[in-house]
């Protein structure tokens, strides 16, 4: 089992930048491949990024492709997404969740899930 508390969250203003953080307790980080998402009100949660348990497989959504960079340090872990150039649609709740073995960008076959941490942009 392994417990997600994300950090970093705020408000930032359209064309500025953010970094999430989401540390790990419990099992090794290394085991895991980890995700970010996002819920927006009134929305599903959606998929924003992946990587893999080594750190060398990384996988986007095209709305932040480009603009989203997520990383892992696993002595540290920590997973972090740097997210640049923020638009207002990139507001909403940011979840880091974890799943033994490969990434994904379905949530449903993520096991472990953070509390969460509110982004908003303003324009």
């Known amino acids: 089992q392994v417990q997600l508390v994300e950090s970093g969250g705020g408000l930032a203003q359209a064309g500025g930048s953010l970094r999430l953080s989401c540390a790990a307790s419990?099992?090794?980080?290394?085991?895991?491949?980890m995700g970010w998402f996002r819920q927006a009100p009134g929305k599903e949660r959606e998929f924003a990024a992946t990587?893999?348990?080594?750190?060398?497989?990384?996988d986007y959504a095209d709305g932040v492709k480009g603009r989203f960079t997520i990383s892992r340090d696993n002595s540290k872990g920590t997973v972090y997404l740097q997210m640049n150039s923020l638009k207002p649609e990139d507001t909403a709740v940011y979840y880091c969740?974890?799943?033994?073995?490969?990434?994904?960008?379905?949530?449903?076959?993520?096991?472990?899930w953070g509390q969460g941490t509110q982004v908003t942009v303003s324009s």
């Open positions: 990587i893999s348990r080594g750190g060398s497989i990384t």
């Open positions: 419990g099992r090794t980080l290394s085991t895991y491949a």
């Open positions: 969740a974890a799943r033994r073995y490969t990434t994904t960008s379905n949530p449903s076959m993520y096991d472990y």
